[in-house]
């Protein structure tokens, strides 16, 4: 479908734009030979040609360079690519086909001018170009959702690389009627006495009554 769009495209923006460059290139010639003629440079007489050859090359552009399909690209540049190179052929019959002036609110064109200067085989061929990259015209890969790296429980915020080698238990406070007495032991020692303790004398035990 995205082919058969710019295809579309292609076939309303090539003849727009030739008409804009026949008309920008006709004033700017226009322009320049009154003010080398004359010596004065009044930019008002420059407006009119940015003005369309500006709109030709925006309209060029969106066929040219977007990511929609190659073959609005290809179509324009082998027209205005063949344009000139028929003249190496039949250059008496391209002239006579384009030998027609436009006129559009006093200003005139003729249609001839953008192969006269060699405009169309400029652009066909930068159009041509523009398209010979396959992977250019691709669309955009998907975005891939988030995984969580394997071995990383959701929501600790480590992975495997932050997480320690040798996990440090915490040990639980140990309750009493006195308090938080003992506390700060380690789990070794609650488990099997502390080191520095007395030795239990003659089998008995430390905790034993009185």
Do not use: C
């Not at 369309?52 to 027209?79: K, M, N």
């Amino acid at each position: 479908m995205r082919h058969l769009g710019t295809l579309i495209a292609a076939i309303v923006i090539a003849p727009a734009a030739w008409l804009l460059i026949a008309f920008g290139q006709t004033d700017a010639i226009t322009s320049f030979s009154h003010a080398t003629t004359s010596g004065a440079w009044p930019a008002g007489d420059f407006i009119a040609p940015l003005l369309t050859l500006t709109g030709a090359g925006l309209l060029l552009g969106l066929i040219g360079t977007l990511r929609f399909s190659p073959l609005g690209a290809v179509i324009t540049g082998l027209v205005y690519t063949a344009s000139f190179v028929a003249v190496l052929f039949a250059g008496k019959s391209v002239n006579d086909l384009l030998n027609h002036t436009v006129t559009i609110s006093g200003h005139q064109a003729e249609l001839r001018t953008p192969v006269g200067t060699g405009t169309t085989l400029l652009l066909g061929v930068a159009l041509l170009v523009s398209a010979v990259s396959i992977k250019r015209w691709r669309r955009w890969p998907a975005a891939a959702g988030a995984t969580v790296p394997a071995g990383t429980e959701p929501g600790d915020g480590t992975t495997d690389d932050t997480k320690p080698f040798w996990p440090s238990p915490t040990p639980a406070p140990v309750s009493s009627s006195l308090g938080s007495f003992g506390g700060d032991e380690s789990p070794t020692e609650r488990q099997f006495g502390s080191p520095w303790r007395t030795p239990p004398a003659n089998g008995t035990t430390e905790d034993a009554p009185r």
